[in-house]
């Protein structure tokens, strides 16, 4: 598999031609470029991180986020397109059920959970939905 680097308004034009069931890229240009698929099934891909469907937000291989509840700490990396809690080592497909396996209730996982930004600061994930907006525009 070759990797390819683009903008993050060319990622989000490329996820906005996705139709049912296309789940990667390479199926979503496969099908505008036209590729055959006996050509194209070679390639096999490995989802890095954790995507954010809803929101668009791209979460790299080991992002780490943060956050505390009742007085304990708890802390989830991105890995192969899920959330691993690293408290108990279980694994989660989404923001939410990673939030539902730390708190009784719902509650929005954005504005709970936190990152450390690189000047050392923390801030809460909900600001990287800002970011993606404004690269975009």
Same mark, same amino acid.
């Given at each position: 598999m070759k990797t390819i680097g683009v903008s993050t308004a060319v990622f989000a034009a490329i996820w906005s031609l996705r139709q049912e069931g296309e789940e990667t890229e390479d199926a979503i240009l496969r099908r505008i470029l036209k590729? #055959?698929?006996?050509?194209?099934?070679?390639?096999?891909?490995?989802?890095?991180?954790? !995507? #954010?469907?809803?929101?668009?937000? #791209?979460?790299?291989?080991?992002?780490?986020?943060?956050?505390?509840?009742?007085?304990?700490?708890? !802390?989830?990396?991105?890995? !192969?397109?899920?959330?691993?809690l690293t408290n108990d080592s279980s694994t989660h497909s989404s923001l939410h059920k990673l939030s539902s396996a730390v708190v009784a209730g719902n509650e929005n996982s954005w504005q709970n959970w936190k990152y450390r930004r690189h000047d050392g600061t923390d801030g809460l994930i909900d600001r990287l939905r800002g970011e993606l907006a404004e690269d975009q525009s």
């Amino acid at each position: 598999m070759k990797t390819i680097g683009v903008s993050t308004a060319v990622f989000a034009a490329i996820w906005s031609l996705r139709q049912e069931g296309e789940e990667t890229e390479d199926a979503i240009l496969r099908r505008i470029l036209k590729v #055959d698929p006996s050509k194209a099934e070679a390639y096999q891909t490995v989802v890095l991180g954790f !995507r #954010d469907e809803r929101s668009g937000v #791209d979460f790299p291989e080991g992002f780490e986020i943060f956050r505390t509840y009742k007085g304990r700490e708890f !802390r989830a990396k991105a890995t !192969r397109g899920r959330w691993l809690l690293t408290n108990d080592s279980s694994t989660h497909s989404s923001l939410h059920k990673l939030s539902s396996a730390v708190v009784a209730g719902n509650e929005n996982s954005w504005q709970n959970w936190k990152y450390r930004r690189h000047d050392g600061t923390d801030g809460l994930i909900d600001r990287l939905r800002g970011e993606l907006a404004e690269d975009q525009s």
